[in-house]
């Protein structure tokens, strides 16, 4: 199963610009979304990330992290309607207040997950962690760290299927519809994916350390990620965006 944040090979601007601009622009949506309080405001940064996706041809991968979203955004917007009061009632135990504030926080959900997608779909996990030493001068091992951690993102999920699909096989059903009893059911899968983790993480640490982890530095890389006029227009951009979710 193709995993969301995959990298999406492709031509367009998006795609060329240095991976800190586009990680300036996810920022700059992400601080817009929580610094708005207006739906407009809100729904318009949630298009503008829709319609890069599109341009950048990666649109699947954003709806269908919209579609993994959806049940959990609904699940705020009932708790949210539950223990928010104030306001008129609506429907049942819903008031407006509820409303409202449910509808903001399901919209900052999204908010927040899809930039940050919208990002590595269309950046190299390499040049984005080469790029923040380079251009930020974020020391390398955290930089290692972070893509490191999303590298195993599709690894451990696929060990997961591959126990879930032994349980099955032995007769666990996992497709109940009983959330409690499904819980329950998982607990046995974490143990051995536990173990499965730790053996993978130790082989990375052992390999990175025996080929010089310690010893690199800015310098290291042979790519060179400069600022260009584009990223210069990113970043006003960004600024034009953080501007607008404050105002609004």
Not at 55 to 71: D, F, N, Q
Request: aromatic content about 8%.
């Amino acid at each position: 199963m193709l995993n969301v944040i995959d990298y999406v090979p492709g031509a367009s601007l998006l795609h060329r610009m240095n991976p800190v601009s586009k990680l300036a622009l996810a920022a700059s949506i992400i601080l817009a979304t929580f610094l708005s309080q207006s739906w407009a405001m809100l729904v318009g940064l949630l298009m503008l990330t829709l319609a890069l996706g599109a341009y950048a041809g990666v649109i699947t991968r954003l709806v269908s992290l919209l579609k993994v979203l959806t049940p959990i955004a609904l699940l705020m917007l009932i708790l949210q309607l539950a223990f928010v009061r104030g306001g008129d009632q609506v429907l049942l135990f819903a008031t407006t207040k509820g409303l409202a504030t449910g509808g903001r926080a399901c919209l900052r959900l999204v908010g927040v997950a899809l930039p940050l997608v919208l990002v590595l779909t269309v950046t190299k996990l390499t040049d984005l962690a080469n790029a923040c030493v380079e251009v930020l001068h974020v020391p390398y091992k955290y930089a290692f760290t972070f893509t490191t951690a999303l590298r195993f993102v599709p690894i451990f999920t696929q060990e997961m299927n591959a126990i879930m699909e032994a349980q099955t096989a032995r007769g666990v059903e996992f497709d109940t519809r009983n959330p409690f009893k499904k819980m329950s059911l998982m607990l046995p899968v974490c143990i051995p994916l536990l173990v499965t983790s730790v053996g993978k993480t130790d082989a990375t640490a052992l390999a990175a350390e025996q080929r010089g982890f310690y010893l690199r530095t800015r310098e290291s890389s042979y790519k060179r990620y400069p600022l260009r006029a584009a990223d210069a227009m990113a970043f006003v951009f960004c600024a034009a965006i953080i501007a607008l979710g404050f105002i609004f």
